[in-house]
């Protein structure tokens, strides 16, 4: 089983940044980072889950969503079973609780059901 714990949210003006921060830990013996597909979700009141960012095991490829695309950047430090998402030039509408998500296999993923295990989430508010 694995857990992800999230960090580095907060309150932002619009045009600032933030880098968020994603753990992950095993409460069952060893499980390696480097075979879990990594991803950040947003979601907004009244609004659906979203995908961010999505990364692969090694960290040799990522996708994003269009609108923070130049914006935002995720890397991963598999030794140090962190993942990390850059978050540049925001904007109010980035406004959510973001969260993060890991399945088991290569790839990238973008639907929010195929993901096992999911973090707690991180409020991210951008004042305009």
């Known amino acids: 089983q694995v857990q992800l714990t999230e960090s580095g949210g907060g309150l932002v003006q619009a045009g600032g940044s933030l880098k968020l921060s994603c753990a992950a830990s095993?409460?069952?013996?060893?499980?390696?980072?480097?075979?879990?597909?990594m991803a950040w979700f947003r979601q907004a009141p009244g609004k659906e889950r979203e995908l961010v960012a999505a990364?692969?095991?090694?960290?040799?490829?990522?996708g994003y969503v269009d609108s923070v695309k130049g914006r935002f950047a995720t890397y991963r430090d598999n030794s140090e079973k962190t993942v990390y998402l850059q978050m540049n030039s925001l904007k109010p509408d980035d406004t959510a609780v973001h969260y993060c998500?890991?399945?088991?296999?290569?790839?990238?993923?973008?639907?929010?059901?195929?993901?096992?295990?999911w973090g707690q989430g991180t409020q991210v508010t951008v004042s305009s």
């Open positions: 990364i692969n095991p090694s960290g040799a490829s990522t």
């Open positions: 095993e409460s069952d013996g060893y499980y390696p980072m480097n075979k879990l597909a």
């Open positions: 998500a890991a399945r088991d296999g290569p790839g990238l993923w973008r639907s929010a059901r195929l993901y096992d295990y």
